[in-house]
Each structure stands twice: as structure tokens, then as C-alpha cells.
Nanobody, 120 residues
Framework: QVQLVESGGDLVQPGGSLRLSCAAS????????MSWSRQTPGKQRELVAL???????IYADSVKGRFTISRDNAKNTVYLQMNSLKPEDTAVYYC??????????????WGQGTQVTVSS
């Protein structure tokens, strides 16, 4: 019904930048909040940033001032601009979206994840 596809993960040196993208497709009537989370082996997935339909944003303390979340509603896409990357930002990054389908159901959908590695 609904699919989220992330892209943009890569290997980058400390201090570098990356831009992640996540595009939603399928039976989409509307999209509510969209977010990025990350997970490392043996740890719980943690919320990194969220943007609601009114474009209000929240960030984890660990990324404030370095990461920026944005969305393009016409493209059903959410972005995460990551600057001043640190080795501790290394993780698999997942996007999430609350999507209203044509059947008037609200679904919480996750992407498959994209690997970000920060290392010299």
C-alpha cells in the first residue's frame, strides 16, 4: 500500500556533511508528521528529528544545531541535512511517516534504513 525509500547514506569523514532523503509512494491521501530515527547495534532506535504538517520541528539534543529536517509535500519527501558529522552519528537511519491512505486509514510506515558511517 505505502512504501518509504531512503537514500543518501554513505561513508563520510568527521566534520563532513550528508543529506538523506526519504520518498513516500503508494496509496497516499495525506501525510502527517515525518521523522528520522537512528539505530546502532545493541541499542534502541532513537528519534533524531521530527517535522509535523505545520513544519514545526523537534530535534534530539545530540544533533541540535547540526542537523536540519525539512519536507517537500508536493514530492511526499522528507530530508535530513547533517552537518559537522561526528563518529557517534554512525548508525542506520530510518525515516517514518504517518500516512492517511485512500481507504482513510492512518498508518505508521518505516523505510528500510540507510547506513551512515562517520570515520576517518
Amino acid at each position: 500500500q505505502v512504501q518509504l525509500v531512503e537514500s543518501g547514506g554513505d561513508l563520510v569523514q568527521p566534520g563532513g556533511s550528508l543529506r538523506l532523503s526519504c520518498a513516500a509512494s503508494g496509496s497516499i491521501l495525506s501525510i502527517g508528521s515525518m521523522s528520522w530515527s537512528r539505530q546502532t547495534p545493541g541499542k534502541q532506535r532513537e528519534l533524531v528529528a521530527l517535522i509535523n504538517i505545520g513544519r514545526t520541528t523537534i530535534y534530539a539534543d545530540s544533533v541540535k544545531g547540526r542537523f536540519t529536517i525539512s519536507r517537500d509535500n508536493a514530492k511526499n519527501t522528507v530530508y535530513l541535512q547533517m552537518n559537522s558529522l561526528k563518529p557517534e552519528d554512525t548508525a542506520v537511519y530510518y525515516c517514518n511517516a504517518y500516512i492517511e491512505t485512500y481507504s482513510r486509514q492512518w498508518l505508521s510506515s518505516w523505510g528500510q534504513g540507510t547506513q551512515v558511517t562517520v570515520s576517518s
